[in-house]
């Protein structure tokens, strides 16, 4: 005890050389706080800190200032990024400063000016901004903005947050649209007194009722097929449902666009309006942005096609619209009332409107002999079935004969060519022809007029290292993205359909990114029946190359076949995409290295005095001096180093251990080799040795000899 006692209180320690080595505090008391001086506060800025911090910033950005309203100054100004590897490429933070007036006591906000920063990255930076500001109550302005730019490339590095964008929701279309029809100009009837005489008491049009069976069924019928077009139709781009389940926005593709009127070639949606009380009640369809006028006979002839075909479905009816809209639109309207003789007592006074040359029949107004009425011809006059008798009203009109409406056997519907006038020019196709086309060359279709992929499945290669990958559940227009299994690079694909007819046999586009198309997988296909216009249900038939498959129409029960024999891949063009807004993007690391220059100082860093190169490290391909160099300044765990840069000549080349491969420079140690041992490999010729090392100068066979 006495030893231990004496050993913790002697003043040193001896050491091997003889020297003593002191473990006693220089300072044993603490300083006192009277001697402590506190860092010197301006009087400016005791008097006013906020007019004295605003002074700092004007000084440091020369911002332009404006006054808020309610008192605020708001300062704009860019913010240039101190870091030299700065990794986004943005030359400044486009910064708006707003200061309130009772700073210090509320805080400060940032808004973020940059265009080409998404929303999302920007709500990182003001966030930021905040969380400092609220953090460091006792900063000044210049140190929050100092702050800011020291951690903008953590904020920027940050997840993109979540934006919202609101738009009004009161969506009154089914209201609105109503169809349209053509009204005769009125009659004015000179004599009172003959009135009584020719007119008959005209009962007002009965309220059609239901009963509440009729109701009841009606409900279920309408729940299973608006569940049904959901399914059908929910997931295209284009579908949009309204808040109270009346109006459906559905994509169309005409059949014949080319053969419709010009205002109708660009029409790409339609509005489906189902009553509460379908199919009692018939539905309805309207077109936004386009004429009425160019539109009525459309919207017409298929309200009175629903009213026939009541046992017709939802998906039925855009079918038909679908496939028979070019001959809808050249069929002349049935007026409402039939044309009643006038009376000989009747004077007809001058139309207020006419409506596409329709004239009036009557005499000439003799207040008004420059007027002139023609006769409306007689055949211009559609009869309704119920006057006619013995007549076949299949005879007069059919939605689905395309030969009544053709040029060739005329008719008062179709739109005849005058002499010298160009037909309307062809629509441009609405799927852009670029990337990758996928064609059934010699496809057999039988029974189905249309045929349409809904879920591709398709091989890949790298096109950096030819692995095949498997790319499964493409659907129209859904980018996928997939990483090659062998080196990791990232794969981008995006099908764009085409539908399948007797005169087209391309099934669609591929748009790829960092692969090729290599062959396609079973996929599921959805025809359409020929005899009735429906389109097979969900989830649809699965076929592949090489297969016949043949199933019935769930509608009218017709068989149908088809046959993909081959399937052909077209790369067309390249997809020229712009890569996905995952944030800034990086811009390339420029050292400023010369060739044939030395590294500044060799290459040498705190941690490793004898190393003379840097390293490129593949975790992020970043240069650091060494190991601990990256580590300090990333937050990943580094991976090896394949590649390094000479501190002698400055020229990056694959890794060696001992020396450069161009100006064979030694990586460690002396540059003409020293005398110290470095990890067991130094040298053992006494000449070259340094005298500081203890075998130098060591005798040999000095060591004592073992006594026997």
């Not at 060696?656 to 040298?683: A, L, N, Y």
Request: charged share 30%; with cysteine; net charge positive.
């Amino acid at each position: 005890m006495a030893e231990t006692s004496s050993s913790a209180n002697s003043p040193g320690v001896p050491r091997d050389d003889g020297t003593i080595q002191d473990r006693r505090q220089a300072v044993t008391k603490p300083v006192p706080a009277s001697r402590v001086v506190p860092k010197p506060v301006p009087q400016a800025q005791t008097k006013d800190p906020r007019e004295f911090q605003l002074g700092q910033i004007r000084r440091r950005f020369s911002p332009k200032e404006t006054k808020a309203s309610h008192g605020d100054t708001l300062l704009k100004f860019s913010l240039a990024p101190s870091d030299p590897d700065f990794p986004f490429e943005m030359t400044a933070l486009e910064c708006l400063l707003s200061v309130p007036i009772k700073y210090p006591g509320a805080r400060p906000t940032l808004k973020v000016g940059n265009k080409d920063i998404p929303r999302g990255f920007a709500l990182n930076v003001e966030a930021g901004f905040d969380g400092l500001a609220n953090d460091k109550l006792e900063a000044s302005l210049l140190d929050l903005m100092k702050a800011l730019d020291k951690n903008l490339e953590t904020f920027l590095s940050a997840p993109k947050a979540d934006t919202v964008k609101l738009v009004p929701n009161k969506d009154t279309r089914h209201l609105s649209v109503l169809p349209f029809r053509s009204v005769e100009p009125t009659a004015v009837i000179e004599d009172r007194s003959d009135i009584s005489q020719h007119t008959t008491p005209t009962s007002a049009k009965p309220v059609e009722t239901f009963t509440a069976e009729q109701k009841v069924e009606a409900s279920k019928k309408r729940e299973t097929e608006t569940r049904q077009l959901e399914a059908r139709m929910g997931r295209l781009p284009l579908y949009k449902k309204s808040s109270d389940g009346i109006a459906y926005t559905l994509p169309l593709e005409p059949r014949r666009r080319a053969e419709l009127p010009v205002a109708l070639q660009a029409v790409k949606t339609v509005q489906l309006f189902v009553p509460l009380l379908y199919p009692l009640q018939p539905c309805r369809i309207g077109f936004e942005g386009v004429d009425p006028a160019n539109s009525k006979a459309v919207i017409y002839r298929f309200e009175q096609k629903s009213k026939e075909k009541k046992e017709t479905s939802l998906m039925g009816h855009i079918n038909f619209l679908a496939q028979n809209m070019h001959v809808l639109v050249k069929t002349p309207l049935e007026p409402e009332l039939s044309v009643v003789q006038p009376a000989p007592s009747l004077t007809v006074t001058a139309p207020e409107s006419i409506d596409r040359g329709k004239a009036v029949e009557g005499h000439q107004d003799p207040d008004r002999s420059h007027i002139q009425y023609i006769t409306r011809p007689p055949e211009w006059n559609v009869i309704d079935a119920e006057d006619l008798s013995g007549t076949d009203t299949d005879d007069l009109y059919s939605y689905d004969t395309e030969e009544e409406t053709s040029d060739e056997d005329g008719g008062v519907g179709v739109k005849a060519a005058a002499a010298g006038e160009q037909e309307p020019s062809q629509q441009p196709t609405q799927n852009p022809e670029r990337g990758t086309a996928i064609s059934f060359p010699f496809i057999e279709l039988y029974g189905i007029e249309l045929l349409e992929i809904v879920v591709l499945n398709i091989t890949v290669k790298c096109e950096r290292c030819k692995d095949a990958t498997e790319v499964k559940g493409l659907k129209n227009g859904i980018t996928k993205s997939e990483s090659c299994r062998k080196c990791a690079s990232q794969l981008s694909i995006t099908f764009r359909r085409d539908f399948v007819h007797a005169h087209a046999v391309r099934a669609g586009f591929l748009d790829l990114e960092g692969c090729i198309v290599g062959d396609m997988l079973p996929s599921t296909f959805i025809p359409t029946c020929s005899q009735c216009s429906t389109a097979y249900p969900l989830p649809g038939i699965v076929s592949v190359q090489g297969e016949t498959t043949s199933n019935i129409c769930r509608e009218c029960h017709q068989k149908f076949t088809f046959k993909l024999p081959s399937v052909k891949f077209l790369r067309i063009s390249s997809s020229n995409r712009l890569p996905p807004s995952s944030g800034p993007r990086r811009k390339k690391e420029t050292l400023g290295l010369q060739p044939s220059t030395e590294l500044p100082k060799r290459g040498r860093c705190r941690h490793y005095s004898k190393s003379y190169r840097w390293f490129r490290f593949s975790c992020c391909q970043k240069v650091y001096a060494c190991d601990k160099c990256h580590d300090d300044e990333e937050e990943h765990p580094n991976e090896w180093a394949n590649r390094m840069i000479c501190g002698w000549c400055s020229r990056e080349q694959n890794y060696r251990p001992d020396e450069c491969g161009i100006c064979h420079g030694v990586m460690s140690g002396k540059r003409g080799g020293g005398g110290f041992w470095e990890g067991g490999k130094g040298t053992r010729d006494r000449v070259k040795m340094s005298r500081k090392d203890k075998r130098k100068f060591r005798r040999p066979g000095g060591a004592s000899k073992v006594k026997d």
